[in-house]
Nanobody
Framework: QVQLVESGGGLVQAGESLRLSCAAS????????MGWFRQAPGKEREFVSAIARSGGRTDYADFVKGRFTISRDNAKSTVYLQMNSLKPEDTAVYYCAARKVSYFERDNVYYEYNYWGQGTQVTVSS
C-alpha cells in the first residue's frame, strides 16, 4: 500500500508556471506507475499525464502536450508535474494517483489506479 500527498498548487496568472509534487510513502514507490488527473467544478475527472515505474515512458493528454512535463525521482519517492504556460482552463484540483502494474497501457483510465492523493488546487487567473 502507498500513501500519496500532493503539494505545489496555488493561484497564478495566465502564462505563469507551477510545479506540483506528489510524495509517496509506504510501499516502495518505484513499484508503482503514477498518474496525474484533474477535476474542475462541475466537470468529470480527466487524465493529465502518466509516467511508468522506471520513468522510461510518459503520456500526456492532448491539451497539455508541450506545456506540462511529468517526471519522477524514485530515490525521493516523488513524482512531479511541471506546468508551464498555464491557462485559465487549467484551473482544477489536481490529483496524484498510483497503480501497481507492470504495463503502461490504459494509463489514462482513472479506475486503473488504486491509490489517490487528497488533491491540490490550481487556479489560473486571466
Amino acid at each position: 500500500q502507498v500513501q500519496l500527498v500532493e503539494s505545489g498548487g496555488g493561484l497564478v496568472q495566465a502564462g505563469e508556471s507551477l510545479r506540483l509534487s506528489c510524495a509517496a510513502s509506504g510501499q516502495t514507490s518505484s513499484m508503482y506507475a503514477m498518474g496525474w488527473f484533474r477535476q474542475a467544478p462541475g466537470k468529470e475527472r480527466e487524465f493529465v499525464s502518466a509516467i511508468a515505474r522506471s520513468g522510461g515512458r510518459t503520456d500526456y493528454a492532448d491539451f497539455v502536450k508541450g506545456r506540462f512535463t511529468i517526471s519522477r525521482d524514485n530515490a525521493k519517492s516523488t513524482v512531479y508535474l511541471q506546468m508551464n504556460s498555464l491557462k485559465p482552463e487549467d484551473t482544477a484540483v489536481y490529483y496524484c494517483a498510483a497503480r501497481k502494474v507492470s504495463y503502461f497501457e490504459r494509463d489514462n483510465v482513472y479506475y486503473e489506479y488504486n491509490y489517490w492523493g487528497q488533491g491540490t488546487q490550481v487556479t489560473v487567473s486571466s
